[in-house]
């Protein structure tokens, strides 16, 4: 996940009112039920120590959403009595969440807003196309491709006139084919697309895909959904959410490679809060894998004003000139680190059932060369 649009929330030290709220059931009494979850939020803000005007932002901001549309929920973030950003998420939450502390509480943000795999969906026949964009928040018409209509169809029969009209069917559902990909290819060029989903028989899918630049080969899956058969929202969330988990895995793979040293006795990858503060402290966060609820992503940590202020010990942040100095949880202050630096962060949670004890403490790293 990409965290460049949290870079408002470290733009100022400070306290932070995180909150998570779901927007998922519409019903008769929405309004009512979003009202009292909007005071709940704001209540427990309070309890925690939060100043009043903080409360109230992050209380009229979710009292807004009392006739919002949104499928699943939202996060709030406000500090010093002003909302300073809004999340649509991509998952409710099971239920509300308040937190504050000396950091924005974006961690839960990685599976509740995190990979979302922006689709162009391809309904695929001989003569053409139709393709829509798909994310978790959207769902619109990306195009129509039409390619030749005629010949269409083979004949039985064998003799060589026959023959020679069915190189002609052959050669119009190969120019379609090529047509749609060309389609794909300048569509995805222009959404930044992360996934194809071809739908159709298994020739013209096969067909469209043989077609596709290399580059957008390993961005593919198929389903045999055919041109007037629309994916149902589930069966297009189950098609990305495997994509999703293929992506997780892979990335797993790179960060085992990488814990082994090179010839020069230096990894990779690393893992153990420790080695991932030293890290952070020194830019070298190239890509940051967490397993949320894992016990290192609990434990408090010392932060300064800057992102690359932490340590394990407030005595370390004094050695290193920070005056200043705050407990927040580890993986909220490593996430820091890495949105400042543009280093992306993975949740593992998508490969919890395949990687066993991987990470076991929680947290782990690829690490770039200065």
Same mark, same amino acid.
Request: hydrophobic share 45%; glycine share 4%.
């Given at each position: 996940m990409e965290l460049?649009?949290?870079?408002p929330l470290y733009e100022h030290p400070g306290?932070?009112?995180s909150a998570y709220v779901d927007t998922s059931l519409h019903t008769e009494d929405q309004q009512q039920r979003r009202h009292l979850n909007a005071e709940a939020v704001a209540r427990e803000l309070a309890r925690q120590g939060a100043d009043e005007p903080t409360c109230r932002a992050v209380h009229d901001a979710l009292d807004a959403l009392q006739r919002s549309p949104e499928p699943y929920g939202r996060a709030v973030f406000a500090r010093d009595g002003e909302v300073v950003l809004e999340v649509p998420l991509t998952r409710g939450p099971q239920d509300a969440e308040a937190y504050w502390g000396p950091l924005p509480r974006v961690t839960p943000l990685l599976d509740l807003a995190g990979e979302d795999p922006l689709s162009l969906v391809a309904y695929i026949d001989r003569t053409g196309a139709r393709i829509e964009l798909r994310s978790a928040l959207l769902h619109e018409e990306a195009g129509q491709v039409t390619g030749r209509q005629w010949p269409m169809h083979r004949s039985k029969a064998s003799d060589w006139s026959e023959r020679h009209f069915q190189l002609k069917v052959e050669d119009t559902w190969e120019h379609n084919a090529r047509e749609v990909a060309e389609a794909l290819a300048s569509c995805q060029e222009e959404t930044g697309a992360d996934?194809?989903?071809?739908? =159709?028989? !298994?020739?013209?899918r096969r067909s469209v895909h043989e077609q596709l630049p290399k580059a957008l080969q390993d961005?593919?899956?198929?389903?045999?959904? =055919?041109?007037?058969?629309?994916?149902?929202p589930q069966e297009v969330e189950e098609i990305r959410a495997e994509h999703v988990r293929q992506r997780v895995?892979?990335?797993?793979?790179?960060?085992?490679?990488?814990?082994?040293? !090179?010839?020069?006795?230096?990894?990779?990858?690393v893992d153990g809060l420790p080695r991932l503060i030293e890290a952070a402290r020194e830019h070298r966060l190239a890509e940051l894998l967490i397993r949320p609820d894992a016990p290192d992503t609990r434990r408090e940590v010392w932060? =300064?004003?800057d992102p690359d202020q932490l340590a394990a010990r407030r005595e370390e942040l004094k050695a290193i000139g920070e005056r200043?100095?705050?407990?927040?949880?580890?993986?909220d202050a490593l996430v820091r680190a890495a949105a400042v630096t543009g280093a992306p962060v993975?949740?593992?949670?998508?490969?919890?059932? !395949?990687t066993g004890d991987e990470l076991a403490g929680g947290l782990g790293a690829l690490l770039r060369w200065k």
């Open positions: 460049a649009f949290l870079n306290s932070w009112a996934l194809l989903i071809l739908c =159709g028989d !298994d020739r013209e961005r593919v899956m198929e389903t045999s959904r =055919g041109k007037d058969s629309n994916l149902l895995l892979a990335e797993v793979e790179r960060f085992r490679a990488a814990r082994t040293p !090179d010839e020069e006795q230096r990894a990779a990858a932060i =300064g004003e200043q100095a705050w407990q927040a949880r580890a993986d993975m949740s593992l949670t998508p490969v919890l059932e !395949d």
